[in-house]
């Protein structure tokens, strides 16, 4: 008997929602690089909510009047946070995974598992960024120069059409996948073979739930964010300021939380599925053998009776004689 494919959309999100309570054990891990997060942006003078043309202070010692150093502060912020991001992943699942706890001290320790880490992130941040500011640029003739708008030629407009079927299948089968980035910190690799069989005909159980999950992020910060505005606007104080911007950095934590945790739902219940496919490549001979043990047994049963009708015909004939 075939059994039931369990990778679903609704198994998935119950196992989500068994896991969201992981953010609360990990809350140091959120804090301690909320607060890695605000040191850094204190330093380059990249606040969230201040430093703007309305919104200004003492504090704020770097603009985009300076140039040069404005852009240095903005290339070196960047770096600086997506560093700690991918960091804080790693040392999130660690946590829920129990392998150590937290200290703050780890945020500052590098180890090639780290550097490892950082290096699977960003490949997948290329993978989903690049792919789509060719997808908009293509799809954009306003900012696109003439000899990128419709051309007579239809083998320029094919390669074209095809780019653009690339650049939005890739982010496609990332959110597919996306189950990986769960294998890479619970084995340390990523099967993409595997993955991609294990999600045959349940493509949409990956993608759905991760632009579910983006647009409810999406909308909870835009509220956030409105909110700071607001308080900023009242008291422009620096303690207001780093007040605002350890709490935005939790909040965006927590927004990588929730899809962390959304991957490693995918990965327990992909595994369940892979341990249920091998449990049926096992027990399916056996019942396909079933069949044909019955047709030898009843083979045997009628041989056994034909024997029988022999005997007693030989003994009633002898009976007659």
């Known amino acids: 008997m075939r059994r039931a494919n369990k990778y679903g959309i609704i ?4 196992r989500w929602l068994d896991l969201l309570p992981q953010i609360l054990v990990s809350w140091r891990v959120l804090f301690g690089y909320a607060a890695a997060l605000t040191v850094l942006s204190a330093v380059l003078s990249r606040w969230s909510y201040t430093c703007a ?7 704020c010692f770097l603009s985009e009047n300076n140039g040069e150093w404005w852009l240095g502060s903005v290339l070196l912020w960047t770096v600086g946070a997506f560093y700690l991001y991918c960091l804080f992943a790693g040392d999130f699942y660690d946590n829920i995974l129990s392998r150590r706890k937290f200290r ?30 060719i997808l908009i640029y293509i799809l954009n003739p306003m900012k696109l120069p003439t000899w990128h708008t419709s051309n007579p030629d239809w083998r320029i407009e094919l ?9 939005m299948s890739i982010p496609l089968i990332i959110m597919r996948c996306g189950g990986g980035i769960a294998y890479f910190f619970n084995e340390g690799h990523i099967p993409f073979r595997k993955v991609y069989d294990l999600t045959f005909n349940r493509t949409y159980v990956g993608i759905f739930s991760f632009l579910l999950l983006t647009l409810l992020c999406v909308n909870l910060q835009m509220g956030v964010m409105r909110y700071f505005m607001k308080l900023e606007n009242s008291y422009n104080l620096l303690t207001t300021a780093v007040v605002t911007e350890f709490c935005n950095n939790v909040m965006l934590l927590f927004y990588i939380s929730l899809f962390l945790l959304l991957f490693q739902a995918e990965y327990l219940v992909l595994k369940e599925k892979e341990e249920c496919d091998k449990l049926q490549i096992i027990t399916e001979p056996e019942e396909k053998d079933e069949p044909a043990k019955e047709i030898i047994g009843k083979s045997k049963k009628s041989a056994k009776k034909k024997k ?11 009976n007659g004689d």
Not at 11 to 14: A, D, I, L, P, Q
Not at 53 to 59: L, P, Q, S, T, V
């Open 308 to 318: 029988s009708q022999r005997k007693a015909k030989k003994i009633t004939e002898k």
């Open 104 to 133: 703050i001290t780890d945020i500052f320790a590098v180890s090639k598992q780290r550097l490892r880490s950082v290096g699977m992130f960003f490949a997948c941040l290329l993978c989903m960024i690049i792919p789509c500011i």
């Open 53 to 59: 043309e309305k919104i200004n202070g003492y504090w």
């Open 11 to 14: 198994r998935v999100v119950s």
């Open 159 to 167: 390669i074209y059409f095809t780019i653009a079927f690339v650049c």
